[in-house]
Protein backbone atom coordinates (compact mmCIF):
# COMPACT_ATOMS: atom_id res chain seq x y z
CA UNK A 1 0.00 0.00 0.00
CA UNK A 2 2.93 2.50 1.13
CA UNK A 3 4.12 1.55 -2.57
CA UNK A 4 1.09 2.47 -4.25
CA UNK A 5 0.48 5.95 -2.78
CA UNK A 6 4.30 6.48 -3.35
CA UNK A 7 4.04 6.28 -6.87
CA UNK A 8 0.21 7.16 -7.31
CA UNK A 9 0.66 9.33 -10.11
CA UNK A 10 2.26 7.05 -12.22
CA UNK A 11 -0.42 4.22 -12.01
CA UNK A 12 -2.62 6.92 -12.48
CA UNK A 13 -0.82 7.75 -16.57
CA UNK A 14 -0.17 4.03 -17.44
CA UNK A 15 -4.18 2.92 -16.51
CA UNK A 16 -5.11 6.14 -18.45
CA UNK A 17 -3.11 5.17 -21.17
CA UNK A 18 -3.85 1.52 -20.65
CA UNK A 19 -7.79 2.37 -21.06
CA UNK A 20 -7.27 4.90 -24.10
CA UNK A 21 -5.52 1.43 -26.36
CA UNK A 22 -8.02 -0.40 -25.08
CA UNK A 23 -10.69 1.91 -26.39
CA UNK A 24 -8.99 2.20 -29.42
CA UNK A 25 -8.66 -1.37 -30.09
CA UNK A 26 -12.19 -2.15 -29.40
CA UNK A 27 -13.57 1.16 -31.48
CA UNK A 28 -11.68 0.28 -34.26
CA UNK A 29 -12.81 0.33 -37.81
CA UNK A 30 -13.79 -3.17 -37.85
CA UNK A 31 -10.95 -4.04 -39.98
CA UNK A 32 -8.36 -6.70 -38.70
CA UNK A 33 -4.65 -5.59 -39.12
CA UNK A 34 -2.64 -6.85 -41.24
CA UNK A 35 -4.19 -6.42 -44.32
CA UNK A 36 -1.86 -8.41 -46.18
CA UNK A 37 -2.38 -11.60 -44.33
CA UNK A 38 -6.06 -11.47 -44.92
CA UNK A 39 -5.76 -10.85 -48.12
CA UNK A 40 -3.47 -13.98 -49.08
CA UNK A 41 -6.10 -16.35 -50.25
CA UNK A 42 -6.54 -13.78 -52.99
CA UNK A 43 -2.87 -13.64 -54.20
CA UNK A 44 -2.91 -17.64 -54.72
CA UNK A 45 -6.51 -17.82 -56.03
CA UNK A 46 -7.25 -20.56 -53.94
CA UNK A 47 -10.40 -18.45 -52.53
CA UNK A 48 -12.21 -19.18 -56.44
CA UNK A 49 -14.09 -22.21 -56.35
CA UNK A 50 -16.03 -23.62 -59.35
CA UNK A 51 -19.62 -25.35 -59.02
CA UNK A 52 -17.74 -28.66 -59.00
CA UNK A 53 -15.38 -27.40 -56.73
CA UNK A 54 -18.65 -26.47 -54.59
CA UNK A 55 -19.75 -29.90 -54.39
CA UNK A 56 -16.31 -31.14 -52.60
CA UNK A 57 -16.40 -28.44 -50.03
CA UNK A 58 -17.18 -30.13 -46.75
CA UNK A 59 -18.69 -28.83 -43.69
CA UNK A 60 -22.11 -26.92 -43.33
CA UNK A 61 -21.95 -24.25 -46.11
CA UNK A 62 -23.31 -20.92 -45.98
CA UNK A 63 -24.13 -19.77 -49.78
CA UNK A 64 -25.22 -15.99 -49.99
CA UNK A 65 -26.69 -14.62 -53.38
CA UNK A 66 -25.73 -11.21 -53.89
CA UNK A 67 -28.60 -9.74 -55.52
CA UNK A 68 -31.55 -7.11 -55.03
CA UNK A 69 -33.97 -9.74 -55.55
CA UNK A 70 -32.63 -13.43 -55.09
CA UNK A 71 -32.16 -13.97 -58.38
CA UNK A 72 -29.51 -16.71 -58.59
CA UNK A 73 -30.77 -18.66 -55.96
CA UNK A 74 -31.41 -21.67 -58.47
CA UNK A 75 -27.66 -21.59 -59.11
CA UNK A 76 -26.95 -22.48 -55.20
CA UNK A 77 -27.41 -25.47 -53.00
CA UNK A 78 -30.03 -25.67 -50.76
CA UNK A 79 -30.22 -23.02 -47.69
CA UNK A 80 -28.77 -20.61 -49.42
CA UNK A 81 -29.79 -16.83 -48.40
CA UNK A 82 -30.21 -13.72 -50.28
CA UNK A 83 -29.54 -10.29 -49.70
CA UNK A 84 -28.41 -7.27 -52.01
CA UNK A 85 -24.85 -6.52 -52.06
CA UNK A 86 -25.29 -3.07 -50.18
CA UNK A 87 -26.58 -4.73 -46.95
CA UNK A 88 -23.51 -6.89 -46.28
CA UNK A 89 -21.94 -5.16 -43.70
CA UNK A 90 -25.00 -4.32 -41.80
CA UNK A 91 -24.76 -5.37 -38.43
CA UNK A 92 -27.09 -8.51 -38.32
CA UNK A 93 -25.77 -10.11 -41.72
CA UNK A 94 -22.54 -9.16 -40.83
CA UNK A 95 -23.20 -11.09 -37.32
CA UNK A 96 -24.43 -13.68 -38.97
CA UNK A 97 -21.80 -14.49 -41.44
CA UNK A 98 -19.32 -14.34 -38.41
CA UNK A 99 -21.33 -17.08 -36.28
CA UNK A 100 -21.59 -19.12 -39.42
CA UNK A 101 -19.25 -22.36 -38.57
CA UNK A 102 -18.41 -23.55 -42.35
CA UNK A 103 -17.52 -22.60 -45.55
CA UNK A 104 -19.15 -19.11 -46.34
CA UNK A 105 -19.70 -19.06 -50.67
CA UNK A 106 -20.30 -15.67 -52.16
CA UNK A 107 -21.99 -15.89 -55.53
CA UNK A 108 -23.02 -12.56 -57.63
CA UNK A 109 -23.63 -12.31 -61.27
CA UNK A 110 -20.90 -9.39 -61.46
CA UNK A 111 -18.09 -11.49 -60.28
CA UNK A 112 -16.08 -7.66 -59.47
CA UNK A 113 -18.99 -7.56 -56.66
CA UNK A 114 -18.45 -10.51 -55.62
CA UNK A 115 -14.60 -10.08 -55.40
CA UNK A 116 -15.02 -6.97 -53.50
CA UNK A 117 -17.20 -8.17 -50.77
CA UNK A 118 -15.10 -11.27 -50.83
CA UNK A 119 -12.00 -8.95 -49.78
CA UNK A 120 -14.37 -6.82 -47.31
CA UNK A 121 -15.90 -9.66 -45.87
CA UNK A 122 -11.80 -11.28 -45.57
CA UNK A 123 -10.52 -8.31 -43.53
CA UNK A 124 -12.94 -8.28 -41.09
CA UNK A 125 -11.46 -11.37 -39.90
CA UNK A 126 -14.06 -13.81 -42.17
CA UNK A 127 -12.28 -17.17 -42.14
CA UNK A 128 -13.13 -19.88 -45.08
CA UNK A 129 -14.61 -17.72 -47.20
CA UNK A 130 -15.52 -18.51 -51.46
CA UNK A 131 -15.89 -16.70 -54.28
CA UNK A 132 -18.37 -18.84 -56.33
CA UNK A 133 -17.84 -18.25 -60.16
CA UNK A 134 -19.26 -20.27 -63.25
CA UNK A 135 -16.37 -19.22 -64.86
CA UNK A 136 -12.80 -20.33 -63.67
CA UNK A 137 -10.87 -18.46 -66.28
CA UNK A 138 -12.33 -14.99 -65.55
CA UNK A 139 -8.34 -13.64 -64.87
CA UNK A 140 -7.61 -15.44 -68.37
CA UNK A 141 -6.76 -13.05 -71.23
CA UNK A 142 -9.28 -14.96 -74.01
CA UNK A 143 -7.92 -12.96 -77.05
CA UNK A 144 -4.11 -13.18 -78.83
CA UNK A 145 -2.70 -9.89 -79.49
CA UNK A 146 -1.36 -10.01 -83.04
CA UNK A 147 1.43 -7.59 -82.94
CA UNK A 148 1.82 -5.35 -86.22
CA UNK A 149 5.18 -6.73 -88.05
CA UNK A 150 4.77 -3.37 -90.52
CA UNK A 151 5.82 -0.89 -87.72
CA UNK A 152 8.86 0.83 -87.73
CA UNK A 153 10.07 1.77 -84.55
CA UNK A 154 10.89 5.57 -84.60
CA UNK A 155 14.76 6.33 -83.58
CA UNK B 1 -0.60 12.07 -40.05
CA UNK B 2 3.01 12.12 -39.82
CA UNK B 3 5.52 12.53 -40.13
CA UNK B 4 4.32 16.39 -41.11
CA UNK B 5 7.11 16.98 -43.39
CA UNK B 6 5.94 14.70 -45.87
CA UNK B 7 2.49 15.94 -45.60
CA UNK B 8 1.96 17.07 -49.76
CA UNK B 9 2.15 21.15 -49.76
CA UNK B 10 3.78 21.56 -46.02
CA UNK B 11 6.34 24.48 -46.40
CA UNK B 12 9.89 24.31 -46.35
CA UNK B 13 10.31 27.10 -44.29
CA UNK B 14 8.12 25.50 -41.66
CA UNK B 15 9.94 22.66 -41.67
CA UNK B 16 13.31 24.20 -41.42
CA UNK B 17 11.33 26.75 -38.41
CA UNK B 18 10.53 23.34 -37.08
CA UNK B 19 13.73 21.95 -37.45
CA UNK B 20 15.74 25.05 -36.02
CA UNK B 21 13.63 25.06 -32.55
CA UNK B 22 13.90 20.97 -31.89
CA UNK B 23 17.81 21.77 -32.57
CA UNK B 24 17.51 24.64 -29.87
CA UNK B 25 15.81 23.08 -27.48
CA UNK B 26 18.35 19.57 -27.46
CA UNK B 27 21.13 22.23 -27.84
CA UNK B 28 19.97 24.13 -24.76
CA UNK B 29 19.15 20.74 -22.86
CA UNK B 30 22.35 19.09 -23.80
CA UNK B 31 24.41 22.10 -22.08
CA UNK B 32 21.65 21.81 -19.19
CA UNK B 33 22.37 18.56 -18.17
CA UNK B 34 26.69 19.33 -18.11
CA UNK B 35 27.10 17.39 -21.41
CA UNK B 36 29.07 20.65 -22.64
CA UNK B 37 32.32 19.16 -19.99
CA UNK B 38 34.31 16.79 -21.66
CA UNK B 39 35.47 15.22 -18.00
CA UNK B 40 31.37 14.16 -17.62
CA UNK B 41 31.50 12.57 -20.82
CA UNK B 42 34.48 10.98 -20.27
CA UNK B 43 33.11 9.69 -16.79
CA UNK B 44 31.46 7.44 -18.99
CA UNK B 45 34.44 5.40 -20.03
CA UNK B 46 35.73 5.36 -16.16
CA UNK B 47 32.39 4.75 -14.00
CA UNK B 48 32.43 7.52 -12.31
CA UNK B 49 29.48 9.27 -13.72
CA UNK B 50 27.28 7.17 -16.16
CA UNK B 51 24.93 10.08 -16.94
CA UNK B 52 25.65 10.08 -20.46
CA UNK B 53 24.54 6.36 -21.49
CA UNK B 54 21.61 7.10 -19.28
CA UNK B 55 20.44 9.77 -21.28
CA UNK B 56 20.37 8.29 -24.53
CA UNK B 57 19.45 5.69 -23.49
CA UNK B 58 16.21 6.86 -22.05
CA UNK B 59 15.62 9.27 -25.11
CA UNK B 60 16.00 6.12 -27.53
CA UNK B 61 13.51 4.28 -25.19
CA UNK B 62 11.08 7.39 -24.93
CA UNK B 63 11.01 7.52 -28.71
CA UNK B 64 10.26 4.42 -29.01
CA UNK B 65 7.55 3.81 -26.81
CA UNK B 66 6.42 7.19 -28.06
CA UNK B 67 6.38 6.58 -31.63
CA UNK B 68 5.14 2.78 -31.19
CA UNK B 69 2.02 4.55 -29.32
CA UNK B 70 1.42 7.50 -31.95
CA UNK B 71 1.94 4.63 -34.74
CA UNK B 72 -1.00 2.93 -32.79
CA UNK B 73 -2.99 6.19 -32.32
CA UNK B 74 -2.94 6.67 -35.82
CA UNK B 75 -0.31 10.19 -35.28
CA UNK B 76 2.42 8.82 -37.19
CA UNK B 77 2.97 6.90 -40.29
CA UNK B 78 6.41 4.36 -39.16
CA UNK B 79 6.86 3.15 -42.91
CA UNK B 80 7.86 6.95 -43.73
CA UNK B 81 10.15 7.51 -40.63
CA UNK B 82 13.76 7.38 -41.93
CA UNK B 83 15.74 4.25 -41.46
CA UNK B 84 19.47 4.03 -41.33
CA UNK B 85 20.95 1.96 -44.44
CA UNK B 86 23.73 -0.70 -42.68
CA UNK B 87 26.68 -1.17 -44.30
CA UNK B 88 28.28 -3.40 -41.60
CA UNK B 89 32.17 -3.54 -42.11
CA UNK B 90 31.93 0.78 -42.62
CA UNK B 91 30.32 0.59 -39.63
CA UNK B 92 32.57 -1.09 -37.87
CA UNK B 93 35.32 0.97 -38.95
CA UNK B 94 33.54 4.05 -38.77
CA UNK B 95 32.50 2.91 -34.97
CA UNK B 96 35.62 2.26 -33.47
CA UNK B 97 37.45 5.59 -35.16
CA UNK B 98 34.25 7.93 -33.44
CA UNK B 99 34.62 6.05 -30.08
CA UNK B 100 38.29 6.55 -30.40
CA UNK B 101 37.91 10.61 -31.01
CA UNK B 102 35.15 10.45 -28.12
CA UNK B 103 37.35 9.49 -26.11
CA UNK B 104 40.43 11.49 -26.97
CA UNK B 105 38.41 14.15 -27.28
CA UNK B 106 35.53 13.96 -24.66
CA UNK B 107 33.11 15.30 -26.59
CA UNK B 108 30.96 13.42 -29.47
CA UNK B 109 29.90 16.00 -32.29
CA UNK B 110 26.60 16.84 -30.75
CA UNK B 111 28.24 18.08 -27.19
CA UNK B 112 30.94 19.10 -29.41
CA UNK B 113 28.75 21.83 -30.63
CA UNK B 114 27.13 22.53 -27.23
CA UNK B 115 30.70 22.87 -25.64
CA UNK B 116 31.45 25.58 -28.75
CA UNK B 117 28.92 27.62 -27.87
CA UNK B 118 29.75 28.39 -24.77
CA UNK B 119 33.21 29.08 -25.82
CA UNK B 120 34.92 26.27 -25.09
CA UNK B 121 38.94 26.55 -26.43
CA UNK B 122 39.37 22.42 -26.23
CA UNK B 123 35.38 22.64 -28.09
CA UNK B 124 36.95 24.90 -31.02
CA UNK B 125 39.89 22.62 -31.75
CA UNK B 126 37.52 19.27 -31.19
CA UNK B 127 35.37 21.19 -34.59
CA UNK B 128 38.35 22.07 -36.68
CA UNK B 129 39.08 18.60 -36.22
CA UNK B 130 36.04 17.46 -36.64
CA UNK B 131 35.63 19.39 -40.12
CA UNK B 132 39.02 18.31 -41.47
CA UNK B 133 38.25 14.62 -40.70
CA UNK B 134 35.25 15.45 -42.79
CA UNK B 135 37.37 17.03 -45.26
CA UNK B 136 39.80 14.26 -45.61
CA UNK B 137 37.13 11.85 -46.15
CA UNK B 138 35.55 13.39 -49.38
CA UNK B 139 39.23 13.78 -50.56
CA UNK B 140 40.07 10.02 -50.05
CA UNK B 141 36.89 8.64 -50.62
CA UNK B 142 37.63 6.83 -53.83
CA UNK B 143 40.35 5.36 -52.26
CA UNK B 144 37.52 3.73 -49.55
CA UNK B 145 34.84 3.44 -51.59
CA UNK B 146 35.15 -0.01 -51.93
CA UNK B 147 34.87 -0.29 -48.07
CA UNK B 148 32.24 2.08 -47.52
CA UNK B 149 30.24 0.85 -49.90
CA UNK B 150 30.88 -3.29 -48.31
CA UNK B 151 28.22 -5.55 -47.45
CA UNK B 152 25.51 -3.38 -47.40
CA UNK B 153 22.19 -4.60 -45.96
CA UNK B 154 20.24 -1.50 -46.40
CA UNK B 155 17.76 -0.49 -43.62
CA UNK B 156 16.98 -3.07 -41.76
CA UNK B 157 15.61 -3.77 -38.23
CA UNK B 158 17.13 -5.75 -35.46
CA UNK B 159 13.54 -6.96 -34.37
CA UNK B 160 13.04 -7.87 -38.03
CA UNK B 161 16.12 -10.43 -38.03
CA UNK B 162 15.22 -11.80 -34.53
CA UNK B 163 12.01 -11.94 -35.66
CA UNK B 164 9.88 -10.67 -33.24
CA UNK B 165 7.54 -8.44 -33.06
CA UNK B 166 7.84 -4.36 -32.43
CA UNK B 167 6.30 -4.51 -28.88
CA UNK B 168 8.03 -7.27 -27.69
CA UNK B 169 11.77 -6.45 -29.09
CA UNK B 170 10.32 -2.72 -27.35
CA UNK B 171 9.99 -4.64 -23.95
CA UNK B 172 13.11 -6.72 -24.05
CA UNK B 173 14.99 -3.21 -24.79
CA UNK B 174 13.05 -1.65 -21.92
CA UNK B 175 13.94 -4.13 -19.71
CA UNK B 176 17.95 -4.33 -20.57
CA UNK B 177 17.76 -0.37 -20.27
CA UNK B 178 16.22 -0.78 -16.51
CA UNK B 179 19.18 -3.25 -15.64
CA UNK B 180 21.61 -1.21 -16.87
CA UNK B 181 20.79 1.86 -15.35
CA UNK B 182 20.87 -0.10 -11.82
CA UNK B 183 24.28 -1.70 -12.72
CA UNK B 184 25.24 2.21 -13.96
CA UNK B 185 24.14 3.52 -9.94
CA UNK B 186 26.54 0.88 -8.50
CA UNK B 187 29.48 1.88 -11.06
CA UNK B 188 28.77 5.21 -10.12
CA UNK B 189 28.97 4.08 -6.20
CA UNK B 190 32.22 1.83 -6.73
CA UNK B 191 34.03 3.55 -9.46
CA UNK B 192 33.22 7.43 -7.51
CA UNK B 193 35.56 10.10 -8.58
CA UNK B 194 34.48 13.09 -5.69
CA UNK B 195 37.29 15.20 -6.82
CA UNK B 196 35.82 15.65 -10.26
CA UNK B 197 32.16 15.31 -9.84
CA UNK B 198 32.13 17.91 -7.42
CA UNK B 199 33.47 20.32 -9.73
CA UNK B 200 30.57 19.21 -12.31
CA UNK C 1 11.29 9.41 -5.58
CA UNK C 2 14.06 7.93 -7.10
CA UNK C 3 14.22 8.56 -10.78
CA UNK C 4 15.55 5.36 -11.83
CA UNK C 5 12.55 3.50 -10.51
CA UNK C 6 10.00 6.23 -11.92
CA UNK C 7 11.19 5.53 -15.02
CA UNK C 8 12.00 1.70 -14.65
CA UNK C 9 7.53 1.41 -13.66
CA UNK C 10 6.42 3.55 -16.48
CA UNK C 11 8.45 2.36 -19.15
CA UNK C 12 8.27 -1.26 -17.93
CA UNK C 13 4.17 -1.00 -17.98
CA UNK C 14 4.45 1.21 -21.21
CA UNK C 15 6.61 -2.04 -22.86
CA UNK C 16 4.09 -4.57 -21.44
CA UNK C 17 1.34 -2.66 -22.95
CA UNK C 18 3.32 -2.29 -26.30
CA UNK C 19 4.08 -6.04 -25.81
CA UNK C 20 0.20 -6.70 -26.90
CA UNK C 21 -0.17 -4.20 -29.62
CA UNK C 22 -0.07 -5.33 -33.33
CA UNK C 23 3.58 -4.61 -35.26
CA UNK C 24 3.41 -1.52 -36.40
CA UNK C 25 3.47 -0.74 -40.07
CA UNK C 26 1.00 -3.77 -40.69
CA UNK C 27 -1.66 -1.92 -43.10
CA UNK C 28 -4.81 -2.38 -41.41
CA UNK C 29 -8.42 -0.78 -43.69
CA UNK C 30 -9.16 2.28 -41.90
CA UNK C 31 -12.54 3.53 -43.80
CA UNK C 32 -15.45 2.46 -41.78
CA UNK C 33 -16.68 -1.04 -43.60
CA UNK C 34 -20.14 0.32 -44.54
CA UNK C 35 -18.64 3.20 -45.90
CA UNK C 36 -16.16 1.37 -48.26
CA UNK C 37 -19.05 -1.33 -48.75
CA UNK C 38 -21.24 1.79 -50.56
CA UNK C 39 -17.92 3.70 -52.26
CA UNK C 40 -16.75 0.20 -54.00
CA UNK C 41 -19.68 -1.19 -55.33
CA UNK C 42 -21.20 1.95 -56.73
CA UNK C 43 -20.76 2.91 -60.55
CA UNK C 44 -18.43 6.17 -59.55
CA UNK C 45 -15.97 3.07 -58.53
CA UNK C 46 -15.54 2.16 -62.26
CA UNK C 47 -14.13 3.37 -65.65
CA UNK C 48 -15.51 1.62 -68.40
CA UNK C 49 -13.31 0.33 -71.17
CA UNK C 50 -14.46 3.51 -73.57
CA UNK C 51 -13.43 6.22 -70.96
CA UNK C 52 -9.98 4.46 -70.62
CA UNK C 53 -9.74 3.92 -74.44
CA UNK C 54 -10.51 8.36 -74.39
CA UNK C 55 -7.72 8.65 -71.79
CA UNK C 56 -5.05 7.05 -73.39
CA UNK C 57 -5.65 8.56 -76.80
CA UNK C 58 -5.35 11.87 -75.35
CA UNK C 59 -2.41 10.97 -73.32
CA UNK C 60 -4.59 12.05 -70.11
CA UNK C 61 -1.53 13.22 -67.48
CA UNK C 62 -4.25 13.14 -64.40
CA UNK C 63 -4.80 9.36 -64.80
CA UNK C 64 -2.36 6.52 -64.33
CA UNK C 65 -3.36 3.06 -65.19
CA UNK C 66 -1.95 0.40 -62.90
CA UNK C 67 -1.76 -3.53 -64.80
CA UNK C 68 -2.11 -5.79 -61.59
CA UNK C 69 -0.96 -8.73 -63.92
CA UNK C 70 2.20 -10.49 -63.43
CA UNK C 71 5.51 -8.68 -65.09
CA UNK C 72 5.88 -11.50 -67.81
CA UNK C 73 2.28 -10.84 -69.16
CA UNK C 74 2.59 -7.11 -68.82
CA UNK C 75 5.82 -6.98 -71.01
CA UNK C 76 4.11 -8.44 -73.66
CA UNK C 77 0.80 -6.97 -74.11
CA UNK C 78 -0.08 -3.91 -71.76
CA UNK C 79 -2.38 -0.54 -72.31
CA UNK C 80 0.34 2.03 -73.31
CA UNK C 81 1.02 4.31 -69.97
CA UNK C 82 0.54 1.89 -67.89
CA UNK C 83 2.67 0.72 -64.58
CA UNK C 84 3.06 -2.59 -63.33
CA UNK C 85 2.05 -3.43 -59.82
CA UNK C 86 1.32 -7.68 -59.76
CA UNK C 87 -1.75 -7.88 -57.79
CA UNK C 88 0.36 -9.92 -55.27
CA UNK C 89 2.92 -7.58 -54.48
CA UNK C 90 0.09 -4.74 -54.59
CA UNK C 91 0.82 -4.44 -50.22
CA UNK C 92 4.60 -5.24 -50.08
CA UNK C 93 6.65 -2.43 -48.68
CA UNK C 94 8.71 -2.33 -51.34
CA UNK C 95 5.99 -1.24 -53.76
CA UNK C 96 5.01 1.87 -51.71
CA UNK C 97 1.84 2.26 -53.04
CA UNK C 98 1.08 5.39 -51.41
CA UNK C 99 3.67 6.82 -53.70
CA UNK C 100 1.33 6.66 -56.58
CA UNK C 101 -1.17 8.13 -54.79
CA UNK C 102 1.09 11.13 -53.64
CA UNK C 103 -0.54 13.65 -56.49
CA UNK C 104 -4.17 13.93 -54.98
CA UNK C 105 -5.28 15.14 -58.69
CA UNK C 106 -4.27 11.66 -60.40
CA UNK C 107 -6.72 9.01 -60.67
CA UNK C 108 -5.19 5.59 -60.23
CA UNK C 109 -7.01 3.17 -62.43
CA UNK C 110 -6.54 -0.77 -61.82
CA UNK C 111 -7.07 -3.56 -64.84
CA UNK C 112 -6.28 -7.03 -64.99
CA UNK C 113 -7.35 -9.45 -67.31
CA UNK C 114 -10.84 -9.56 -65.77
CA UNK C 115 -12.99 -8.43 -62.76
CA UNK C 116 -11.25 -10.15 -59.64
CA UNK C 117 -8.01 -8.50 -59.27
CA UNK C 118 -9.33 -5.27 -60.06
CA UNK C 119 -11.96 -6.00 -57.68
CA UNK C 120 -9.96 -7.04 -54.76
CA UNK C 121 -7.09 -4.28 -55.31
CA UNK C 122 -9.44 -1.23 -55.44
CA UNK C 123 -11.07 -2.85 -51.72
CA UNK C 124 -8.08 -2.58 -50.35
CA UNK C 125 -6.89 0.98 -51.71
CA UNK C 126 -9.55 2.51 -51.02
CA UNK C 127 -9.64 0.68 -47.52
CA UNK C 128 -5.82 2.22 -47.05
CA UNK C 129 -7.17 5.53 -47.57
CA UNK C 130 -6.62 6.22 -51.27
CA UNK C 131 -10.27 7.64 -52.10
CA UNK C 132 -8.79 7.97 -56.06
CA UNK C 133 -8.57 4.84 -56.89
CA UNK C 134 -11.09 3.29 -60.03
CA UNK C 135 -11.25 -0.11 -61.65
CA UNK C 136 -11.41 -0.95 -65.40
CA UNK C 137 -14.66 -2.33 -66.04
CA UNK C 138 -14.14 -5.92 -67.71
CA UNK C 139 -10.09 -5.78 -67.44
CA UNK C 140 -8.21 -6.42 -70.86
CA UNK C 141 -10.69 -8.95 -72.28
CA UNK C 142 -13.24 -6.32 -72.36
CA UNK C 143 -10.76 -4.05 -73.60
CA UNK C 144 -10.03 -6.72 -77.13
CA UNK C 145 -13.75 -7.40 -77.17
CA UNK C 146 -15.17 -3.58 -77.05
CA UNK C 147 -11.83 -1.52 -78.15
CA UNK C 148 -9.48 -4.16 -80.42
CA UNK C 149 -12.79 -5.68 -82.14
CA UNK C 150 -14.58 -2.56 -82.69
CA UNK C 151 -15.97 -2.68 -85.48
CA UNK C 152 -19.18 -0.76 -87.27
CA UNK C 153 -22.24 -2.45 -88.67
CA UNK C 154 -24.92 -0.67 -89.52
CA UNK C 155 -26.30 1.63 -92.08
CA UNK C 156 -26.14 5.09 -90.83
CA UNK C 157 -24.47 6.71 -88.22
CA UNK C 158 -24.72 9.18 -85.36
CA UNK C 159 -22.53 12.15 -84.52
CA UNK C 160 -21.89 10.51 -80.79
CA UNK C 161 -21.53 6.94 -81.94
CA UNK C 162 -18.87 8.51 -84.46
CA UNK C 163 -16.64 9.62 -81.84
CA UNK C 164 -17.20 6.81 -80.06
CA UNK C 165 -15.58 4.67 -82.94
CA UNK C 166 -13.08 7.37 -83.48
CA UNK C 167 -11.91 7.36 -80.41
CA UNK C 168 -11.91 3.03 -79.96
CA UNK C 169 -10.11 3.14 -83.36
CA UNK C 170 -7.27 5.70 -82.47
CA UNK C 171 -7.13 3.46 -79.59
CA UNK C 172 -6.35 0.25 -80.78
CA UNK C 173 -3.79 1.52 -83.69
CA UNK C 174 -1.96 3.46 -80.55
CA UNK C 175 -2.25 -0.14 -78.75
CA UNK C 176 -1.16 -2.07 -81.15
CA UNK C 177 1.59 0.53 -82.23
CA UNK C 178 2.71 0.12 -78.92
CA UNK C 179 2.45 -3.39 -78.02
CA UNK C 180 4.60 -4.33 -81.40
CA UNK C 181 7.45 -2.53 -80.69
CA UNK C 182 10.53 -4.82 -79.59
CA UNK C 183 10.83 -5.78 -76.28
CA UNK C 184 13.64 -2.90 -75.67
CA UNK C 185 11.67 0.07 -76.49
CA UNK C 186 8.66 -1.30 -74.90
CA UNK C 187 10.84 -1.16 -72.20
CA UNK C 188 12.39 2.33 -72.75
CA UNK C 189 8.50 3.86 -73.10
CA UNK C 190 7.51 1.95 -70.16
CA UNK C 191 10.27 3.62 -68.12
CA UNK C 192 9.53 6.87 -69.54
CA UNK C 193 6.13 7.04 -68.50
CA UNK C 194 6.55 5.63 -64.74
CA UNK C 195 7.88 7.70 -62.16
CA UNK C 196 10.49 7.72 -59.25
CA UNK C 197 8.39 7.94 -55.88
CA UNK C 198 9.72 10.81 -53.73
CA UNK C 199 12.16 8.93 -51.00
CA UNK C 200 12.53 10.57 -47.85
CA UNK C 201 15.64 10.84 -46.34
CA UNK C 202 17.23 11.72 -43.06
CA UNK C 203 19.83 10.72 -40.86
CA UNK C 204 21.27 12.34 -37.23
CA UNK C 205 24.69 13.41 -36.28
Known amino acids: MHILKKYQLLFIIVIVSAALVLFKSLTSSGFKSDADKWAAASFSGENVISQEQLKDLSGNILAIDLSDHGENMAKLPEGAVSFPPKSVMDDRILRMIHQHNGPVVLYADDLAISAKIWMLLSQTGQTQLYVLTDSMDNETIKYKFRPDTLIKPEL | ?200 | MNPRIVFSILLGSFGLILAFLPSPGTARLTENPKTLLYQSIEKSAYFSVDQVARFVVSEDSTVLLVDLRNPIDFKQVSIPGSINIPYNQLLNKETNLESYFADNKKRVIFYSNGDLYSGYALVLARGLGFANSYSMKGGLNEWFSTVMNSAFTGDRISARENALFETRTRAKKYFTEINSLPDSLKLQFAQKSSFDPKKLDGGCE
Open chain 2, 1 to 200: MGPISSVPGFPEWLDLTIAFLIGVGFGFALEQAGFSSSRKLAGMFYGYDTTVIKVFFTAAIVALVGSQFMSYFGLLDLSKVFVNEYYVKASIVGGVIMGAGFIMGGFCPGTGLSALSIGKIDAMVFFIGGLTGAFLFAESFPFIQNLANDSYKGPVKINEIMGLSTGVFTLILIVVAIAMFWVAEIAEKKFARPDITSQL
